[in-house]
């Protein structure tokens, strides 16, 4: 069952056809304590009839704790965004609203293999000599 209307899913196939990558979502979701998961799981299913090049690999909080520690996920419905390797990108949370315009553009990035940045920029991360872990929080208004 499709979590978006017709129009919307054609906005989405229209927002992700710039793809150039695949980028797989690996979807870390939990049956209890978890009242989002399953609107998660709908929205993540879109987006891969919205672009052949999205795939979703779901993994269980409980069971796949492996996979839980490799890939450093906290929380449920949490989602790291790989494409032709994995760069720790995360998404935490339902994406849907605005939140849902920030994993599209996370999809899109990683689906470059580009980080957008500056050279300046560039320049100024690789002055850093210890691994840095940068969180961004979205809230609805």
């Not at 710039?18 to 998660?40: D, H, K, S, W, Y």
């Not at 052949?52 to 839980?68: G, H, Q, R, Y």
């Not at 990683?110 to 300046?120: H, K, N």
């Amino acid at each position: 069952m499709s979590y978006f209307s017709d129009e919307e899913m054609r906005a989405l196939t229209g927002r992700l056809a710039g793809m150039i990558g695949p980028v797989r979502l690996v979807f870390f979701t939990q049956a209890f304590g978890c009242e989002t998961c399953a609107n998660t799981k709908r929205v993540l299913d879109d987006l891969t009839r919205a672009n052949p090049l999205v795939t979703v690999d779901e993994k269980n909080m409980v069971l796949d704790t492996v996979d839980v520690d490799a890939y450093g996920i906290t929380a449920a419905p949490g989602i790291a965004i790989v494409g032709d390797r994995d760069r720790g990108l995360r998404f935490y949370g339902m994406p849907d609203g605005y939140e849902l315009v920030s994993l599209l553009d996370a999809i899109l990035l990683v689906s470059e293999g580009d980080s957008g940045l500056t050279e300046p920029s560039r320049a100024l991360i690789a002055t850093l000599t210890e691994p840095r872990a940068l969180q961004i929080f979205s809230t609805p208004t």
